[in-house]
């Protein structure tokens, strides 16, 4: 799971990489997961970037059993009263020749005054596990959504993404500990869009090769 403790720190597309890179080498699909339930946009994002991702496949269902991570609230009703699964709300379209598979919420489905809530523990991640090279998790920042701390004791390992220009030192230090504390496997940190340091001048004249 890729998290960041303040939006804007380049989250999505650093797992967006990841999830590419991991496909090009991967025996089995690769899973990108947009656990942003309120604004999802990895989808999109890679659709749009056919040169890199190639063309999209077809939309399909995200779950291989039913089960979902998420529960809504209140439960969606069809027409007739029927009960429609949680899992309904999650497609996927694969790209990169099936490599990489991408989920998307489907937030504009969902009733007035229904909200996804996310589930503490979930039995999607081990059926997914069974179709999956790796599953890679874009959750929002913790400054917009808890998400990642609920989601985080679910997770083999969480990533940090730090953005040199954003946010404060402390926030950052107090995420790591939350997500510890909750119970969750931190990684590393991924130190994204740092600027390269200044080089001194070299003098002039024969001591420049130096």
Not at 173 to 199: H, T
Request: proline fraction near 7%; hydrophobic fraction near 40%; charged fraction near 25%.
């Amino acid at each position: 799971m890729f998290v960041s403790a303040f939006s804007g720190e380049g989250v999505s597309t650093v797992a967006r990489e990841y999830a590419r890179c991991e496909a090009a080498f991967a025996k089995r699909p690769v899973w990108l997961i947009d656990a942003d339930l309120a604004q999802p946009s990895q989808m999109q994002a890679v659709t749009e970037d056919a040169g890199r991702f190639g063309p999209p496949g077809n939309l399909a269902g995200a779950s291989p059993d039913g089960s979902a991570f998420f529960r809504l609230a209140p439960p969606a009703r069809d027409a007739a009263g029927q009960d429609i699964p949680d899992h309904k709300y999650l497609v996927a379209r694969p790209f990169l020749d099936n490599r990489l598979w991408v989920t998307r919420f489907r937030v504009r489905n969902l009733s007035p005054g229904q909200r996804p809530k996310l589930n503490d523990q979930s039995s999607y991640w081990t059926a997914l596990r069974q179709h999956a090279q790796t599953i890679i998790v874009d959750v929002p920042a913790l400054d917009r959504s808890a998400a990642a701390l609920q989601l985080a004791p679910q997770m083999d390992g969480v990533i940090l993404v730090l953005s040199e220009d954003e946010g404060d030192i402390q926030a950052r230090i107090d995420l790591k500990s939350d997500i510890e504390q909750v119970g969750g496997n931190l990684m590393g940190f991924v130190y994204n869009r740092a600027r390269s340091p200044r080089l001194a001048r070299r003098p002039m004249g024969r001591f420049a090769a130096l």
